[in-house]
């Protein structure tokens, strides 16, 4: 149980297009979503929490524009990167908490989505 | 506020001999502490989690950490490491809607 999907796995892009990456809890709901950022070789970096019917809250940093989060159901978080460029090219993670299990604090991660921004 | 350090950036064992990851938190609140690993190009996977019951938590794939409150501490350890052990491993703590993450510990397991 507690599988967090993603999609895509690896999209390459022009510069100026824009990507929308999908995070889905297959088997749980998800009131509350988060959106990381990966540079090779370093930890998770916490972009934005996605919260289902509300909007998004960025950390400081983070341009809200360049990086749309859209939480429209309890199972489905996504992120636009918004006319991408090469510094966009990084590593996507995101993860879910299960709202209605025994253990509310155990956030389960998505395999991840790479972006490459040519 | 809260932090956590992971004392190395990596850690070399050779295959069949043990293994152990640091953790050291600081946390205004009483927090819970995860230890996840990823494989290269893979997401997190969850290996144990701490949650204020017993002490020494056993995870998965013979992995186990002990919180130590006094030390502020959460070591990952395993008595026997594998090849397919090696992959970084990042010590979390979470309280709250607040989760914060260790740098991560590159683990190479040398056969």
């Known amino acids: 149980g507690a599988v967090v999907s993603q999609h895509p796995s690896w999209v390459i892009c022009k510069s100026g297009t824009s990507v929308k990456i999908e995070c889905r809890s297959l088997?749980?709901?998800?009131?509350?979503m988060f959106w990381y950022r990966q540079f090779p070789k370093q930890s998770l970096m916490l972009m934005a929490t996605?919260?289902?019917?509300?909007?998004?809250?960025?950390e400081q940093g983070v341009e809200k524009d360049k990086f749309l989060i859209n939480h429209a159901s309890l199972t489905l978080s996504t992120l636009t990167v918004t006319s991408a460029h090469p510094e966009d090219s990084s590593f996507y993670i995101c993860?879910?908490?299960?709202?209605?299990?025994?253990?509310?604090?155990?956030?389960?991660f998505g395999p991840g989505t790479r972006l490459t921004v040519l | 506020a809260q932090s956590v350090t992971q004392l190395d950036s990596h850690v070399s064992v050779s295959e069949g001999t043990p293994v152990l990851l640091r953790c050291n938190y600081s946390?205004?609140?009483?927090?819970?502490l995860f230890w996840y690993v990823q494989h290269p190009n893979k997401g997190l996977q969850l290996l144990l989690k701490?949650?204020?019951?017993?002490?020494l938590v056993k995870g998965i794939n013979g992995f186990e950490a002990e919180f130590k409150k006094s030390e502020t501490s959460f070591h990952l350890t395993k008595p026997s490491a594998h090849m397919s052990d090696a992959a970084e491993y990042f010590c979390?703590?979470?309280?709250?809607?607040?989760?914060?993450f260790g740098g991560g510990t590159r683990l190479m397991v040398k056969p």
């Open positions: 993860s879910a908490r299960d709202s209605g299990g025994p253990s509310t604090d155990t956030q389960y």
């Open positions: 088997d749980f709901q998800a009131t509350t």
């Open positions: 996605s919260n289902e019917g509300s909007k998004a809250t960025y």
């Open positions: 946390s205004s609140y009483s927090p819970s």
């Open positions: 701490y949650t204020s019951a017993a002490t």
């Open positions: 979390v703590v979470t309280a709250g809607n607040m989760l914060t």
